[in-house]
C-alpha cells in the first residue's frame, strides 16, 4: 500500500512527466498508478492548460499571426476593393496591438520553459547526487507552480 507521502511524491513525478510530454498511459506505467488517477490529477490539478502553455513559444504566436496577416493582405489586394485597402491601416494596427499582446503574455511561456529544463536538469541530477531527494524536487517544483500562478496574471 503506498503511504500518503508516497502519493504525494508520485503525484509530483506524474505532473512532471505530463509537463514534458508524456502520454497518461505511459506516466501511469512508469510510476506503477491507474490511468484514472493519473486521469484526475491532469483533470483537478489542470495539467493540460499547463502544459498547453509550455507547448506554444513566443515565435511560434508571433510567426503564425505573421502568417496569418500576410494572407489577410494577399486576400484584400487580389480583392481590389478600395474601401477594404483604404481600411488596411486600421486592420494592420489592431493586428500589431494584438500581437504585441501575445508578446507580452508570452514572457510567462518563457518562465515556463527554463522551469522545465531546470526540472529536466533536476531529474537527471537525482539519478547521481544523493542531496537531490523526490522532498527536493517536490518542494522545487511548489514553488515554481507558485511563481507561475502569481505571475501569470501580470503577465
Do not use: C
Request: proline residues 3%.
Amino acid at each position: 500500500m503506498v503511504t500518503k507521502k508516497g502519493l504525494e511524491t508520485k503525484k509530483e513525478l506524474a505532473r512532471i512527466y505530463y509537463m514534458q510530454g508524456d502520454a497518461q498511459k505511459i506516466i501511469a506505467a512508469k510510476i506503477e498508478i491507474s490511468e484514472q488517477t493519473i486521469s484526475k490529477w491532469v483533470e483537478k490539478e489542470g495539467w493540460a492548460a499547463k502544459r498547453a502553455g509550455i507547448n506554444v513559444t513566443r515565435p511560434e504566436l508571433v510567426n503564425k499571426s505573421l502568417v496569418a496577416l500576410n494572407k489577410i493582405l494577399d486576400q484584400v489586394y487580389e480583392s481590389q476593393d478600395i474601401e477594404l485597402i483604404g481600411s488596411l491601416p486600421d486592420k494592420l494596427s489592431k493586428f500589431a496591438s494584438a500581437i504585441e499582446k501575445l508578446d507580452k503574455k508570452a514572457n510567462i511561456v518563457s518562465t515556463i520553459d527554463v522551469f522545465m529544463a531546470f526540472s529536466k536538469w533536476i531529474q537527471y541530477r537525482a539519478s547521481f547526487d544523493p542531496e537531490v531527494t523526490p522532498e527536493l524536487i517536490k518542494a522545487i517544483n511548489k514553488y515554481q507552480d507558485l511563481y507561475i500562478n502569481e505571475h501569470i496574471t501580470k503577465f
